[in-house]
Each structure stands twice: as C-alpha cells, then as structure tokens.
C-alpha cells in the first residue's frame, strides 16, 4: 500500500551531504518525493510502498552521514501527494534562521589522495575539497548554507566543477567550496613587504625552501594565520620566541604524519584518535623518552614533559608538511593574547617584524577560528581551547534560554547565544585586554546574532565590575544577569552533562570576582544551578602587588608565609622564595600586608599552586598562565606511596555555615620537607595528595552524591584522574569537563545555564 510521510529535521544537516544521501537512499528504496534544506534544517516528503518507508525511517535516524547532527528528527503521516520522481529541491529561506552551522573540517582522505594524484586535476591543489570536508563556519556569512552566503561567492565554478556540483550521485554535489585550480581561490608568497615572489605551485617549494633554511613563514590557513618554522632548528624555534616575544610558553607543532608523532611522543590509542579526527586539534602528547633523531628544537616546549601535536587540517597544509617531511612549529598567528589574524593585509602589519615570508592566498575567512587543544583525561576528550572543529556546534541545555546572551568571562573568553534549548558557543576569542580581543568579541556577538537572526532579550555576565565582557553586557541596561564566577564553573560543567539536581561544586582557579571583596578561587560550592551557597574555602591570604603577584609568584609564597610568621622573615631566611628578595623588599612587603596597601585577600586554589611552586624553588616569575602550577604539576611522581600533608577545617561561619580550609599546616610540612631535603618531586606528590584528600572530606560534609570538579586548575590531568578515582572509590559521582573547558573558555555556557534556570 502506498503511504507518505513528512519529516521536519534540526540540527547540523547542510553541508554535509545529507540530502544527496536522502536522495540515494530515496532510489533505492524506489521512493518519490523531495527534500530540502530550510533555514531550519531539512524537510523531506517521501512516498512509497509501507515497507520501504519504514526502512527508509528506520535508516535516516540510525545511519545518517559523518557529521550530521540531529537536534530534532520527526516523522508525521501525511497525504499521498502522487510525486512522480524524488528530487532535491532549491533551499527555502524562511525568516528564522536556526539551522545550525557546522564547524570546519579537515580533509577527508578522498580529498587528500587527489590532491598527491599526479593524474587528477586537482593535483597539489591547496583547497581541494568536498562535501566531507573543507571549511564551513569560516567562510560562511549568512544561513542558509549556499555559495552565494560564502566567502567563495567571489568565485564562479567551472564546467568540471559545476557538474560535480549538480550530480546527486557525485561526492562534491552541493559542496559549497568546491573549487579546482582552474577556477578555485589561489596562494601567492609575498615577501614581508607584501610584494609578490612567487605564485600558484611554484609558492609551494619556495616556501618549503625558506622554512628549511630557518626562515619563519606566516602561512594562511583554514581559520586564520600561522606561524612556521623548522621543528628541528633550534635556532629557528629561539627566533620565532624572541620575536615573538614568548619566553617560555610552549608552541604547537605540526607533524607531517602519524607515524612521525608516533616516533616523538607516547601516543595512546585515544590520543591518535583525536589526533586523526575530523577536528584535527592539538592534542597535549607525552613526550617520548628516547625521541628519534634528529631532535626536535629544545625551545620548542622548554622544561615540559608534554608537546602539543596536531596533524594537518587543510590540503595547503598536507602539501607544505609531505614536502617539509619534518616537524614544524605552527604556533598562532597573532601577538601574546590577541586573536589570530585572517587578513591579508592586517597580517602584513601585525606580523611585521616575526615573518620573514607570507603564503597568503584569496579565499577570505569571514571569522577567526583558532586551533582547538585537547588532551586525553581518564581516557576521554578534554577539551582545554574549544575551536575550530568544534565551534559553533550547539549543546542542548535541556532548558528555555531563547534570547539570552551570555558573554563569558575575561580571560580565554567565548560568548554564547541561546537558541530555544541549544546553546551556541563561539570559538575561543582571548583575553578581553586589548583593543584587537575586543574588537573580536563584539564582532564575534554580531556576527552570531545576525546569523541567526536572534534578538537579545536578556544578558548573562560575570560579576566583576570592571571586565569589559561586564561593561558590554550593562551597555544593555536591563534584564542584566550577574553571575558569580565559580558559580558560573560549576554550571558549566552541569550544563554539559545534564545535572539539574543539587550537587557539590569543587570549583578551583586563578581568580574570580568574589561577592564578598575579596578573590574567590579555592572554592566548594553546594548549586542546582539556580542558585549556590559557599560551603568552605581556602583560608584567605594576601597577594602583596595585587596583579603584580600573579607574574612572580615569589610574591605570593611571601603572602603565604606571613600566614604563618606575620612578616617576621628572619624564621624562614634559608627558604628559595624568602632569598628571591633583598632585605629592604622584604621590609616593603612586610608593610604592604600589615598596611593592606594593594595586597589584596583571595582564597584561590591557583594561587596556593603558584606560592608552592616559589617555595620549592621552581618558579618565582612566570611569563605566561599557568606556568607556576604546571611547572609543579609536572615534579609530581606516581611511583611510590606517600602521606599526604596535614590542614584542618575550621568553621568560619556558624550561621552561614561556612567553613575555611586551613593550608597553614600544608606550608609547614612542604617547608620540613624542604628544609630536610627532599626532592620537589616528592613534595609535589604529597600537595596533590593532600588536595585529592580535601575533596573527598569535604563531599563527605556536603553529602552530595554528585560531585562536579571544574575550574582552571582542573586542566590538571593527575589531579582530575586522581580525584575522580578516590571520589568514585568512596561512592561518589564525580563529574568533570569534556566538551566545555574546565577553564575560563567555559564560563558562557555555565552563565547561560544559569539565566535559563532562573527563567522561571
Ligand atoms: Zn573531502
Ligand atoms: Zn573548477
Ligand atoms: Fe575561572
């Protein structure tokens, strides 16, 4: 019996050869009808025998083509309309724009094996792409997803590509960027005035050519420049630090191969998964013990067991690195926190005085997309920088959050827009300190807002003050939601796994505007969302210079100690941190704290790493986030069984129920151990001991069967896997991030998840 159905389909569907797949599966289940893309989705009207109909269902839901992503997929009985063939139908542009944009992705192997054909037309040509892979959320300016809303607008195919574009059958129907050398987007390399030397092909050994002799090429990619360099040169790699004016953060490198990271890093089978992934992220890889010769440059990733890996993303990338056969640097395109350039011309100007060469080339990027980073965590995804790959693809909050804005935090900030339950987070954008950042956050709001079409009715943002993500939202004047920072974490982290029910929030990070005056960080919230209370917190202690103890963490160890002997230094002279100044600096310091002159109080967990890292002697200044705790996370041993250190908890709040977790005696044990000369290593296990330790007594106290870990200093790999297996050892649930960074790069989302649960 003939029947028809209609199906409405959400979610991420163009663009990745969804409809050619209906149509192939439409002929062979001898079925008549169409399908469409809508400013929504994708509609499809089908009829035919029960049977077939019913397979046909059946498959759509189970079976659907990589990278479809189905955010509602609803089947209705119908009318027999008496369609007399199955055909894909022209895009219908309605007026709300909620189909969904899929991130870039990187080259299919299809696309790879043409591109080193000699006999296909597309040989060694850079953009070679089709509806697999290729870019997507970088070059598209309007919904919905067709060329003439692209950036290769500009470029009108050929015969050769324009029927590969109108055949159902073909694996480049409908691929937006589909492109060939004779009528596709071209490279060029221009000096570092901007002059062109070398065009198309010929671009390609020259620049290979530079890199070997250790120049530093500014290479346009998928969502934004590079900065490449010879792996292997070590004085390439201090080149490109001291232009760059990067000290001591490491810098991403890309292999030509998996086989080449093998032979470099321990890889697991999780991380050359993601690796090889259609997100191509850096991955946060072990280094090998005994690396193959020759030795990738020291100052690649100085003093760090990790090296960050990523394989290439784009065929203009597979060509350079086959050609290269070697590791190579590619770190960000831009200054210290700026976001990474895209442009041409504006890359000729910021990059001035770094690259000596560009390989530009003129399909435009309407927005930056930096690379992501990940790193393998209890043997799952952890993402740590949420980019390209990943962004703009939605998360169901379960929840109302239509019309709010949430704009994230200050530091690694993203936005984030809701959509009836889905919540659109943005690429990673940077630290809103500087005109470029801010510049790319309102682009970044506008951008999305317009894409979507969606207008603002309510403003989510952090509660400090003077954060220009603070400032933005106020400009809106009403219906303005604060929300406090490890509030904001904690939800976060609820957000993407679904908890609604009240749960324990260890919330640990560098700092946060506390409602109290003083600096939040080492903080355990008890929150269903809607609402937190502080259950406990580190004991405050001051940051004598306020931002200036943040870069020399020898600072902080002095606010530490005088915890312990209220400025009288002369106790602890033998101490690295103590011998880090000169008696009249010493004496200021002393001063500052008794006269709470700038040296404000926090309670944060970021800073307790740093002040112990200055104490064992490892790290008193620092040139980038994180590096103190890093450098300590880094001592920590796994061999033999330690004790851990001793705190107590003491009530600070009978009424409110607060209590402050005393580190007093953690600093006491670190300084005997230090003073009988135990090595770091042994004394940074013990810390992390002590701090797996603290957040099992307290979820006893909280007695909250989930228990969320979130925050920066839960980028901590040992410190993650530690505590959700003695959390999971004594009953509890642990949660921890995946999907949403576990830093600041998380914060939309939980501000977000908190409007919403607000909302009612
Ligand atoms: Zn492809
Ligand atoms: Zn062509
Ligand atoms: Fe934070």
Redesign the pocket.
């Known amino acids: 019996m003939i029947k028809a159905k209609k199906c409405l389909i959400r979610g991420t569907v163009q663009g990745v050869g969804f409809r050619p797949w209906v149509y192939r599966l439409a002929l062979q289940y001898h079925l008549k009808g169409f399908v469409r893309n809508t400013s929504h989705g994708a509609t499809i009207e089908i009829e035919g025998e029960d049977r077939d109909l019913q397979d046909f269902v059946r498959l759509i839901r189970s079976e659907p083509p990589a990278h479809c992503h189905f955010t509602k997929c609803h089947f209705t009985n119908i009318a027999c309309q008496g369609f007399d063939q199955f055909l894909i139908l022209p895009s219908l542009d309605e007026n709300q724009h909620d189909a969904l944009i899929l991130p870039d992705i990187a ?2 192997p ?2 790879i094996k043409e591109t080193f054909d000699r006999n296909d037309r597309r040989y060694l040509y850079p953009f ?7 870019p997507r959320y970088s070059i598209i300016k309007s919904l919905p997803y067709d060329r003439c809303n692209t950036s290769m607008d500009k470029f009108k195919m050929c015969k050769a590509c324009q029927k590969e574009y109108d055949d159902p059958l073909d ?1 480049r129907f409908h691929a937006q960027p589909n492109a060939c050398p004779l009528c596709g987007p071209q490279i060029t390399l221009w000096d570092d005035q901007g002059n062109a030397i070398a065009s198309s092909r010929e671009s390609l050994p020259a620049t290979v050519d530079i890199i070997k002799r250790g120049g530093i090429v500014a290479i346009k990619g998928l969502g934004g420049f590079c900065l490449m360099a010879d792996a292997l040169n070590e004085d390439a790699v201090g080149l490109l630090r001291m232009r760059k004016a990067r000290p001591h953060k490491p810098l991403a490198l890309m292999m030509p191969s998996l086989e080449m990271t093998d032979q470099y890093c321990q890889l697991e089978p999780i991380e050359a998964e993601l690796l090889s992934s259609s997100q191509a992220p850096i991955v946060l890889l072990r280094k090998a013990p005994l690396s193959q010769t020759p030795k990738i440059a020291r100052q690649a990733a100085p003093d760090n067991p990790y090296l960050g890996c990523m394989l290439p993303s784009m065929p203009l990338l597979h060509i350079l690195l086959r050609m290269l056969n070697r590791p190579v640097v590619a770190t960000s395109g831009n200054l210290s926190e700026e976001p990474i350039c895209i442009d041409n011309a504006q890359a000729l100007k910021r990059l001035k005085g770094i690259a000596d060469f560009f390989l530009v080339h003129d399909r435009p990027i309407v927005r930056h997309v930096d690379d992501s980073i990940v790193q393998a965590v209890c043997n799952k995804t952890s993402i740590l920088r949420r980019a390209r790959g990943y962004a703009p693809l939605p998360f169901d909050i379960g929840k109302d959050c239509d019309g709010i804005l949430a704009t994230g935090a200050h530091q690694k900030n993203t936005v984030a827009l809701g959509l009836g339950s889905s919540v659109i987070m943005s690429q990673h954008i940077g630290t809103l300190d500087n005109e470029v950042s801010c510049q790319a956050f309102e682009g970044t709001i506008s951008s999305l807002k317009s894409i979507y079409d969606a207008p603002t009715t309510k403003v989510a943002c952090d509660s400090h003050p003077d954060y220009a993500s603070n400032r933005y939202a106020h400009a809106f004047k009403k219906n303005v939601l604060e929300v406090q920072h490890h509030h904001a974490h904690v939800a976060s982290c609820m957000a993407e796994h679904g908890l609604s029910q009240e749960v324990l929030g260890v919330c640990w990070d560098g700092t946060g505007y506390g409602p109290d005056g003083t600096i939040w960080g080492g903080e355990f919230l008890v929150t269903n969302g809607r609402k937190f209370s502080r259950i406990a917190h580190l004991k405050l202690f001051a940051l004598p210079g306020g931002e200036l103890a943040v870069r020399e963490p020898k600072r902080t160890a002095l606010g530490l100690l005088f915890g312990l002997c209220k400025g009288n230094w002369q106790d602890f002279k033998d101490l690295p941190s103590v011998k880090a100044f000169n008696p009249k600096e010493l004496l200021i310091i002393q001063q500052m704290i008794t006269q709470k002159i700038n040296s404000p109080l926090t309670s944060s967990m970021g800073r307790l790493f740093d002040g112990i890292a200055s104490l064992t002697g490892l790290c008193h200044h620092i040139s980038y986030e994180g590096q103190a705790a890093m450098a300590l996370e880094y001592q920590v041993i796994d061999k033999f069984k330690l004790d851990p250190y001793y705190y107590e908890i003491i009530p600070e709040d009978y009424k409110l129920k607060i209590q402050s977790i005393d580190w007093s005696g953690i600093v006491r044990g670190i300084i005997d151990d230090i003073r009988a000369g135990e090595n770091v290593g042994l004394i940074s296990t013990r810390f992390h001991l002590t701090l797996v330790g603290m957040i099992v007594d307290i979820a006893y106290q909280a007695n909250k069967p989930d228990v969320v870990l979130t925050g920066g200093c839960f980028q901590n790999k040992w410190l993650v896997e530690n505590a959700v297996k003695r959390l999971k050892e004594e009953g509890f649930k642990p949660h921890w991030h995946s999907q949403v960074p576990t830093n600041d790069g998380g914060i939309s989302l939980g501000q977000m998840f908190v409007a919403a649960k607000r909302r009612k």
């Not at 070679?128 to 290729?134: E, F, I, Q």
Request: glycine residues 8%; charged residues 15%; proline residues 0%.
């Open positions: 080259s299919c299809d696309c070679t792409n089709c509806t697999h892979c290729g694996r």
